[in-house]
């Protein structure tokens, strides 16, 4: 079996989702509660990459992440992940950095909408992640349309998932007024689907939440992982 990498800490809450859920689905692929896949996990400061976003040092921002998949590769993972969307703004240029295979969580996002032929999405995220166009070029090279909410509910959105989620709160006014902004997008807009482009979304918007399908980040993205962790090693 091949051994996964995980660079996390991006936050705490979904890099503890992104083991847990592994090991449910490698357990339910092997069919039995009494064995568990090996893994690393590479727990890096969250708030560093925000920074470094902030004052617009794309380059810092590599090498930061670069350096916590070279350590991973240097003790053996034979893949890696970045668990969480708002880095991925570099995943190129840091899958540069290392010869063991990555796996993209917007690239994973993209074959799943494509898969259930969903032509116009919402994106909710960080403000990085729905003010950059990172996350939206897959789709637009497919004539595939991604919307965001506007300014003001972005801000909103971004304050909320830092204050709140990445500390794991989960507050019932924050969950109704994430609803009111989707809903309005998903009417004004004609949405079939809706991305929740931040891993720690999934704590607050679930299934059944919404007039339109979900497409969970993290849930595809360890999916992923677990295709990749089946195949044989090269």
Do not use: W
Request: net charge negative; hydrophobic share 35%.
């Amino acid at each position: 079996m091949k051994k996964a990498g995980i660079i996390g800490g991006l936050g705490p809450e979904s890099t503890v989702e992104y083991y847990q859920s592994f090991i449910k689905k490698y357990q339910e692929k092997v069919n039995s509660k009494q064995k568990l896949p090996e893994l690393f996990i590479n727990s890096i400061n969250m708030y560093n990459i925000f920074q470094f976003i902030s004052d617009d040092d794309l380059q810092g921002l590599i090498d930061y992440v670069g350096t916590a998949a070279q350590k991973l590769e240097t003790i053996g993972a034979d893949f890696i992940v970045i668990s969480a969307n708002t880095p991925h703004i570099v995943f190129e240029e840091v899958r540069e950095k290392v010869s063991t295979p990555m796996i993209s969580i917007v690239e994973a996002t993209y074959d799943k909408a494509d898969e259930r032929n969903l032509k116009r999405v919402g994106l909710l995220g960080t403000k990085f992640t729905m003010e950059h166009d990172f996350f939206k070029k897959p789709f637009q090279s497919s004539n595939k349309e991604i919307v965001v909410p506007d300014e003001d509910d972005q801000k909103y959105i971004h304050q909320k998932i830092v204050d709140e989620l990445e500390n794991g709160i989960v507050n019932p006014d924050t969950k109704k007024d994430f609803q009111k902004i989707s809903q309005k997008m998903i009417e004004k807009e004609n949405l079939d689907g809706l991305i929740l482009g931040c891993t720690e979304l999934p704590m607050i918007l679930k299934d059944g939440d919404l007039d339109v399908e979900l497409l969970n980040t993290t849930d595809i993205h360890v999916d992923k992982m677990i295709e990749e962790t089946f195949k044989e090693l090269s």
